[in-house]
């Protein structure tokens, strides 16, 4: 359930592996095969059978692909993992960077009129059209899973039930979610919803699962109907618990029986091309069955949190504070005693599960001292964990699932004393975090205007981050959630009151350190404008835990970034210190005094 210290794959059997599915491919009759890090239902985090790209390359990253050929082999990762693959895989694969180059240049470069397999179940519908619409004559053709054929220990699927999400957490009832969105579906026109991603599943019908570690989403599928009424298909034994939660009006199907279904229904079916399977749009198109391509319906409403959701994200965050905060007090007392990365990410975890209301973690805890630090999501394992060093900064991003809220914070703390050249760069992107914090904006701005807020100190001295600023952030759901973000290649979705981010500028300096600092945010309706005819949003934020004073450099800081410092420590003093035993509340308050 929680966080394990031990690669579960390695590049080490990387050669054989890549020799074995050569040979399945020509076997196949085809010139290249595609291995997504994606599982049928597009999850961010794949169960240990789906888990092929790690399997077959050794990379655990949480994106990417590789595409074999019979005389190459790419792995695709973007800004995150451009230093962790290069760690994990070994030479028979070439690292590609992503997204500057596409899966569709590479393969118009270097696959000009060959055949390249694909499993159908694993891409998206809009994924495969772009492939297919290349300028070399590139075939794409569907086939079963190579990789499944050479995995001959691959794990069983998991067998955990399904369990409710009681309304008191939800805000709505599943009843009402199911009627509001199937009178969308009858005003657009369309029969029904083919819904394949678990997190929208898990929100419309107030379910959870545990098929992955860290995000508490059912694997299943559904088929939401314009009368309200919802089928979901889910693998034997899973839904018995939740039978009585579901009622009358949700029919509990064999998953097997999924694609079989969709031939039943009638036009026309709307369906997500950005994260339907493909086989879902060709089984339909086999039926003659009419398809609609538009948003999951789920996706929107889900993100726009309800007051009572809101009000259980704070109090996760209020909850999750106080376990920071004495971590943090542990972690000043203890950094410079010969403690390794892996003592860190157990102590943290040993105080969230002091609350008795720490579910799981929301992902395994990234703890990087020195030049791990600059490996964005670098996971520490038994064979890489660093004894922190005296001067050195380290990376700790983590977070927790409680059933009425996701928490995710990153804090970039100092062992010891920081050198002039940290502080400053810690300062920089503290400062790109505040302007973020600080900013109002008119209805209709995305993400994407706003991403810059988060670099400008940053370019203005030539320095940059390779991730975005922020993720949307689910309730009691998955720790990144679309659609909305910031970032210039986040969904150009407005943002709206109720939907929560992270806000997360960073630093990295490959060989020397990484700085990172986040807080989750929600949007908000403000007050104030000059002119009075424009509606105003802002962010308030929910994560309220000390920044590190030892890092800041108060002489690069304008007054009102001084003054938004010193405000939010009080804050966190305010909110915090009535929770802490005597020792730790002093040392909050000695991190909460004003600059």
């Known amino acids: 359930m929680f966080q394990q210290f031990t690669n579960t794959h390695s590049g080490k059997h990387g050669p054989e592996r890549l020799a074995a599915l050569r040979e399945q491919m020509k076997a196949?009759?085809?010139?290249?095969?595609?291995?997504?890090?994606?599982?049928?239902?597009?999850?961010?985090?794949?169960?240990?059978?789906?888990?092929?790209?790690?399997?077959?390359?050794?990379?655990s990253g949480s994106a990417g692909y590789a595409i074999i050929l019979a005389d190459q082999a790419g792995i695709f990762v973007d800004g995150r993992y451009r230093l962790q693959v290069r760690e994990q895989v070994e030479d028979c694969y070439t690292p590609v960077d992503w997204p500057e180059v596409t899966l569709r240049d590479w393969l118009e470069q270097n696959a000009a009129g060959k055949v390249i397999g694909f499993d159908a179940w694993l891409h998206p519908v809009n994924e495969i059209k772009t492939l297919r619409d290349n300028k070399a004559d590139v075939e794409l053709k569907a086939v079963d899973n190579l990789v499944d054929r050479i995995w001959t220990d691959r794990p069983a699927p998991p067998a955990a039930k399904f369990f409710a999400q009681p309304e008191e957490f939800a805000g709505e009832s599943a009843a009402s979610k199911r009627t509001r969105l199937a009178t969308g579906l009858r005003k657009a026109g369309t029969t029904a919803a083919v819904i394949t991603l678990p997190?929208?599943?898990?929100?419309?019908?107030?379910?959870?699962?545990?098929?992955?570690?860290h995000t508490p989403a059912p694997h299943a599928f559904a088929i939401l109907h314009d009368t309200g009424r919802c089928d979901l298909f889910a693998r034997e034994g899973k839904a018995d618990e939740i039978m009585d939660h579901l009622g009358e009006d949700v029919a509990v199907l064999p998953f097997e029986g999924f694609e079989a279904a969709l031939l039943?229904?009638?036009?026309?079916?709307?369906?997500?091309?950005?994260?339907?399977?493909?086989?879902?749009?060709?089984?339909?198109?086999?039926?003659?069955?009419?398809?609609?391509?538009g948003r999951d319906p789920c996706v929107l409403p889900k993100a726009l949190k309800n007051e009572t959701e809101l009000a259980g994200m704070q109090a996760a965050h209020d909850r999750d504070a106080i376990a920071m905060c004495r971590f943090l007090a542990w972690f000043e007392a203890n950094s410079t005693s010969g403690i390794t990365e892996i003592d860190v990410v157990k102590k943290l975890e040993g105080f969230r599960r002091e609350t008795n209301a720490l579910r799981d973690i929301s992902f395994d805890t990234i703890s990087g001292a020195g030049p791990n630090g600059a490996v964005i999501h670098y996971r520490v394992t038994e064979e890489t964990n660093r004894t922190l060093g005296e001067g050195e900064l380290i990376v700790v991003d983590s977070g927790a699932q409680y059933q009425d809220g996701t928490?995710?914070?990153?804090?970039?703390?100092?062992?010891?004393?920081?050198?002039?050249?940290?502080?400053?760069?810690?300062?920089?992107?503290?400062?790109?975090?505040?302007?973020?914090?600080?900013?109002?904006?008119?209805?209709?701005?995305?993400?994407?205007?706003?991403?810059?807020?988060?670099?400008?100190?940053?370019?203005a001295e030539g320095m940059d981050y390779d991730h975005g600023t922020g993720h949307g952030v689910g309730a009691y759901l998955g720790v990144h959630e679309g659609p909305c973000g910031i970032s210039r290649r986040a969904a150009q979705i407005p943002l709206q009151p109720g939907m929560v981010l992270s806000n997360e500028p960073g630093y990295y300096r490959n060989g020397a350190f990484g700085i990172r600092l986040e807080n989750l945010i929600f949007v908000a309706n403000v007050e104030g404008g000059i002119d009075t005819h424009r509606n105003l949003l802002g962010f308030e934020t929910l994560t309220y835990v000390p920044f590190e004073r030892k890092l800041i450099d108060k002489a690069l800081l304008s007054k009102e970034e001084v003054a938004w410092i010193d405000a939010y420590h009080a804050k966190v003093l305010d909110k915090v210190g009535p929770h802490l035993d005597l020792p730790t509340r002093g040392w909050l308050s000695a991190a909460c005094a004003p600059l």
């Open 199 to 213: 997190d929208s599943i898990a929100w419309l019908l107030n379910i959870r699962g545990e098929d992955v570690s």
């Open 28 to 59: 196949e009759g085809l010139d290249g095969f595609i291995v997504p890090r994606s599982d049928m239902f597009q999850g961010e985090t794949v169960a240990d059978c789906d888990d092929r790209l790690a399997w077959l390359t050794g990379f």
């Open 264 to 293: 039943q229904l009638s036009s026309p079916v709307l369906i997500d091309a950005n994260s339907c399977p493909q086989i879902v749009a060709e089984a339909l198109a086999g039926a003659e069955v009419e398809t609609v391509e």
């Open 407 to 459: 928490t995710d914070i990153t804090r970039t703390l100092a062992i010891g004393e920081a050198g002039a050249d940290e502080r400053h760069c810690y300062t920089q992107v503290l400062r790109g975090m505040v302007a973020v914090s600080r900013a109002r904006f008119p209805v209709g701005v995305n993400g994407g205007h706003l991403d810059a807020l988060a670099r400008q100190f940053l370019w």
